[in-house]
């Protein structure tokens, strides 16, 4: 059994920074990539960032380009999100998946991951 935990958030002021981290375990771990997903009050679920295990190439929601990183170590099977300058609308759940096999269809696209956490929220006041 796969279990993702995904944690580091809280409530910051905008302008500040957040460090997600999202730990990986169970026996039958396998993943091609990994993707960070967020969900706003009232809104759907939205692709945020995601990253290959093998190369690190990564991907990014035109939303946060140029504020989130993702980085991985898979020594320790997890992943990370970096989020610099927040904003009030930055609001959210923040979720990792994990996605186990490669197919053509991006990783931006919520039905390819198979395992999810639980979430962890992130609030940014104005």
């Known amino acids: 059994q796969v279990q993702l935990v995904a944690s580091g958030g809280g409530l910051v002021q905008a302008g500040g920074s957040l460090r997600l981290s999202c730990a990986a375990s169970g026996r039958s771990f396998s993943s091609y990539a990994m993707g960070w997903f967020r969900q706003a009050p009232g809104k759907e679920r939205e692709f945020v960032a995601a990253?290959?295990?093998?190369?690190?190439?990564?991907y990014y929601a035109d939303s946060v380009k140029g504020r989130f990183t993702i980085s991985r170590d898979a020594t320790k099977k997890s992943v990370f999100l970096q989020i610099d300058s927040l904003k009030p609308e930055d609001t959210a759940v923040y979720y990792c998946?994990?996605?186990?096999?490669?197919?053509?269809?991006?990783?931006?696209?919520?039905?390819?991951?198979?395992?999810w956490g639980q979430g962890t929220q992130v609030t940014v006041s104005s």
């Open positions: 990253i290959n295990w093998f190369d690190g190439s990564t």
């Open positions: 998946a994990s996605r186990r096999r490669y197919s053509s269809i991006s990783s931006s696209v919520q039905a390819v991951y198979d395992d």
